[in-house]
């Protein structure tokens, strides 16, 4: 009984820390905490972490004792299965026993999990071996489906090459709902966009830079005066396909000048230092490749939770509160 | 589509409201033939609410699960037909106008939703929106009956004997007894409980398909989470510390409080990646 009493006052905190963070915004910038909640509260807020309290550790050691009190429980649960078996007790016990499972596949997910993003555009191969994932990426086609006289997106898809040392090791395709897996690891489709793809020439020395911005996307550190580029589609090309692209690129100067000019594609603007210049429009597919070791035990705990939770219930009948 | 859906809709609401005041002043004028026009009203709304969410879905070409607007409306309905179903089983008409008033609240607060239909977005596009909407609105209606059901029981001031009057309708206008109300409401949460637990699994395994990730601390999922905790509280307080009456009466208002909050507060002041208005 002091087990169970001791579980429950675990999972009150549980439900209290969720409930903090369900009420109070996490994970914004410090500063968004000291301007809405005082010098005072926000900071205590930030000192605590709790503008991100379901990574802190507090949180982290909260679900470490429930997992020690479950434990417990569980094999109290299977020690009165000695004394005589019934439905209700089987799923008493099942459903514990998922929640170990998942509460266990949970540590290694969050332990071995691993996941990369990354925004490749089409005709291109991402290097992924160097980040731990078992294989390189081409995008050799990315295509979007409409609804028949719409604008509205239906699907969106990537047609991938999975390569190695420069060896295909896979060809296939994968779309938003689809992911693509291969050795352990899978592909999500996770959105798309464009890149715009240009230069900058230094006018003094004459060196190029060449560069490929999402768009809204900055360029950090340019030439000696580590001046900012940004690039900003003028209309989106998916939005309005019979308009020439141009671009609205942003010049920030390291001595705080700021310059603005459109520019079409193939055309570019020039002042006294440098010259930028707009080749043309990529598509770019963003894509999450993920290997977690830990997703078939959180799913597997859940579902045996489920069937746990069906069978310690389904003999009341609404009739007999077990 | 959109003109006569908002005079059906409206129609509904009208009718509802009309059942829940007939069963309302049963309570003052002790007259049955009132539960009867409740009834009779009731069944009439029911039918073409029933009728709206068919046509919807024809009109729409798919099951009316996909904005919050589609969702009220099954989850009026779910909570309607779960209340009738309740009783008819249990005898418990006595609590039709405060499920009638919710659900008429529900259809009212659907009105003022958006109602066009538009394509599914790519997410959406999945098998598993059916289940995860399904055991949502059953999970959500359980504990609706059972939070009207909580509600009585925190309300009541006498205990009221089944009357053994030949007027069938006397027999099902009848106040149970506490100990019989926390039953059924501890009967509607474990079956609430169940769905509640599906929607979170299937909402996981279709965020781990659709967004690489099965649990991402959105808004949406913090809200069920909590609602789901406080069922799991009061599951655990009463079969091990025997938590009835009263306190298994709060934890059914508190949880259905939650419900309504993940629900509509967080899809209007929380949004996030749920926000399917």
Redo the contacts between chains.
């Keep these: ?1 002091v087990v ?1 009493l001791a ?2 006052l675990t ?2 905190l ?2 209290a820390a ?2 903090f ?2 009420l109070i915004p ?1 994970g914004l910038p410090p500063a968004a905490y000291l301007a809405r909640f005082g010098e005072t509260l926000g900071g205590l807020f930030l000192m605590f972490g709790l503008d991100d309290i ?1 990574r802190t550790k507090g949180f982290l050691l909260l679900g470490l004792i429930l997992f020690a009190q479950l434990a417990v429980c569980t094999g109290k649960r299977i020690a009165l299965l000695r004394s005589g078996v019934k439905i209700w007790l089987i799923g008493s016990v099942l459903m514990h026993v998922g929640l170990l499972v998942f509460l266990v596949s949970t540590g290694i997910s969050l332990w071995w999990g691993h ?1 990369v993003m990354v925004e490749v555009p089409e005709g291109k191969t991402l290097s992924l071996t160097q980040q731990g994932v078992p294989f390189d990426l081409r995008l050799e086609r990315f295509s979007i489906d409409y ?1 028949p006289d ?1 604008q ?5 898809r990537s047609e991938v090459v999975l390569t190695r040392a420069g060896q295909e090791l896979r060809r296939g395709s994968l ?5 693509l897996s291969y050795a352990g690891a ?1 592909i ?1 489709q ?1 959105s798309y966009g464009w890149l715009v793809e240009g230069s900058v020439r230094h006018l003094p020395d004459g060196k190029v830079e060449p560069f490929l911005l999402t768009n809204g996307g900055w360029l950090d550190q340019l030439g000696p005066d580590k001046d900012r580029l940004r690039a900003v589609l003028v209309a989106d090309p998916d939005k309005h396909p019979s308009r020439p692209p141009e671009v609205a690129f942003v010049l920030l100067k390291g001595s705080g000048t700021r310059q603005t000019a459109v520019v079409a594609q193939g055309a570019s603007v020039k002042d006294s230092k440098v010259e930028i210049r707009f080749d043309r429009l990529r598509r770019y597919s963003g894509l ?1 490749v ?1 290997q977690d070791p830990g ?1 078939a035990g ?2 597997g705990g ?2 045996l ?2 069937l746990g ?2 069978l310690r ?1 389904a003999p ?1 009948g ?1 009739k007999k ?2 | 589509m959109i003109q006569w859906e908002a005079m059906l809709l409206l129609l509904v609401f009208v009718v509802y409201a009309g059942a829940t005041i007939g069963f309302a002043l049963r309570y003052w004028l002790r007259n049955n033939r009132l539960v009867a026009a409740g009834l009779l009203l009731l069944g009439v709304a029911f039918s073409l609410h029933s009728g709206l969410l068919l046509v919807r879905g024809i009109a729409a070409g798919r099951l009316p699960f996909s904005n919050l607007y589609e969702f009220t409306l099954v989850f009026a309905w779910i909570t309607t037909l779960l209340f009738l179903c309740c009783a008819v089983r249990f005898r418990l008409l006595a609590a039709a106008p405060l499920a009638m008033s919710l659900t008429t609240l529900l259809v009212g607060l659907a009105a003022m939703m958006p109602r066009d239909i ?6 959406l ?2 098998g598993w929106l059916q289940s995860h909407v399904a055991s949502g609105v059953l999970a959500y209606g359980a504990l609706a009956v059972s939070a009207v059901l909580a509600v009585v029981m925190l309300t009541r001031t006498e205990e009221q004997a089944a009357t053994n009057s030949a007027d069938w309708l006397e027999k099902y206008w009848r106040m149970p007894s506490l100990a019989e109300l926390e ?2 409401v ?2 509607l949460i ?1 079956f609430g ?2 769905f509640l ?2 929607l979170m ?1 299937t909402g ?2 279709w965020a ?7 649990w991402g ?1 959105d ?1 949406k999922e ?2 069920a ?2 609602t789901w ?2 069922y ?2 009061y599951l ?5 510390f025997g938590w009835h009456g009263q306190a298994a009466a709060w934890f059914s208002a508190v949880g259905f409080v939650a419900v309504m909050f993940t629900l509509f507060g967080v899809t209007y002041l ?1 949004p996030g990646l749920h926000s399917y208005k």
């Design positions: 009984m169970i579980a429950m999972i009150s549980i439900l969720v409930l963070g369900g996490q379901y996941s609804y719409s509205a997106v239906r699907q969106y779309e938003v709902n689809e992911p899978k999500f996770m999450q993920k997703v959180i799913f859940l579902t939770a489920l939770l069906l219930y009341m609404g509160a077990v | 538009r394509p599914l977005m790519p997410a596009r999945s039953r059924y501890h009967g474990v409980f169940f637990s599906i699994v996981a395994v781990e398909e659709t967004w690489g990730r099965w601390w808004h913090i809200w989470l909590i905790l406080i799991l509280v655990h307080g009463r079969s091990r929380l």
